[in-house]
T-cell receptor
C-alpha cells in the first residue's frame, strides 16, 4: 500500500457518459497529480493541484476537469466519454517544497469506455 | 519543448546479468531525475533519483548515471532477477515550478531464466 488511494479500481461505462475518479493523497502530501496512461504508453501529465489550487496543466482535454478539496482529496471528472478515453488513470501525491520531490503513485483506475 | 525519451522500447536479459536502461532528455533546465518501475497492473514505484549536481548515485543493486553534457540518463541494475521484469520510466523535473514531472515513454525489461 503506497498510501495513495484511488477509487474505483475499475470502471466500465458507455460513450457519452460522465465519470468521476477519486484520489486520496498520502498523509501529509499537499500536491496531487493526475496522469493518463493508454495501452503500452507512457504517463501523460494531465493536471496538478497544490493545497486546493491548480498549479500546472498538461494535455488535459476540455471534457476533463479536476479539483482538490479542503481535505486534500482530489477528483478527476471525465465527461462526454469517447472510446479513446479508455486508459489507466493514475493519481500521485508529493510533498512540494521538501528535499524529496518523488511522487507516490496510487494503483490507478482502469477506465473502459464501450 | 520538453521531452524525455528512451533509446530502447524493450530489453531482454538473462537472469544474473546486468541491465542498462537508457534515457535521453532535452530540457537542460531540468534539475532532478527519477527512475520508476511499473509492474503489470500496478502504479509506478520509485526506484532511485538523482539531482543535477551529481553524476552518479547508487542504491541497492541499482545505479543511476547522469551525463548532463549529452543530456543522458541511465539506470543500471546489477544481477538482474525475474522480479525486475517490469516497465521502467525515467522522469525529469524542471528547476523551479511546482514539481511537475515529465515521464519518458518507458522501457520494458524482460528477464529470462
Amino acid at each position: 500500500d503506497s498510501g495513495v488511494t484511488q477509487t474505483p479500481k475499475h470502471l466500465i461505462t458507455a460513450t457519452g457518459q460522465r465519470v468521476t475518479l477519486r484520489c486520496s493523497p498520502r498523509s501529509g502530501d499537499l500536491s496531487v497529480y493526475w496522469y493518463q496512461q493508454s495501452l503500452d504508453q507512457g504517463l501523460q501529465f494531465l493536471i496538478q493541484y497544490y493545497n486546493g489550487e491548480e498549479r500546472a496543466k498538461g494535455n488535459i482535454l476540455e471534457r476533463f476537469s479536476a479539483q482538490q478539496f479542503p481535505d486534500l482529496h482530489s477528483e478527476l471528472n471525465l465527461s462526454s466519454l469517447e472510446l479513446g478515453d479508455s486508459a489507466l488513470y493514475f493519481c500521485a501525491s508529493s510533498v512540494v517544497g521538501s528535499q524529496d520531490y518523488g511522487y507516490t503513485f496510487g494503483s490507478g483506475t482502469r477506465l473502459t469506455v464501450v | 519543448g520538453e521531452s524525455v525519451g528512451l533509446h530502447l522500447p524493450t530489453l531482454s536479459v538473462q537472469e544474473g546479468d546486468n541491465s542498462i536502461i537508457n534515457c535521453a532528455y532535452s530540457n537542460s533546465a531540468s534539475d532532478y531525475f527519477i527512475w520508476y518501475k511499473q509492474e503489470s497492473g500496478k502504479g509506478p514505484q520509485f526506484i532511485i533519483d538523482i539531482r543535477s549536481n551529481m553524476d552518479k548515485r547508487q542504491g541497492q543493486r541499482v545505479t543511476v548515471l547522469l551525463n548532463k553534457t549529452v543530456k543522458h540518463l541511465s539506470l543500471q541494475i546489477a544481477a538482474t532477477q525475474p522480479g525486475d521484469s517490469a516497465v521502467y520510466f525515467c522522469a525529469e523535473k524542471e528547476s523551479g515550478g511546482y514539481n511537475k514531472l515529465i515521464f519518458g515513454a518507458g522501457t520494458r525489461l524482460a528477464v529470462h531464466p
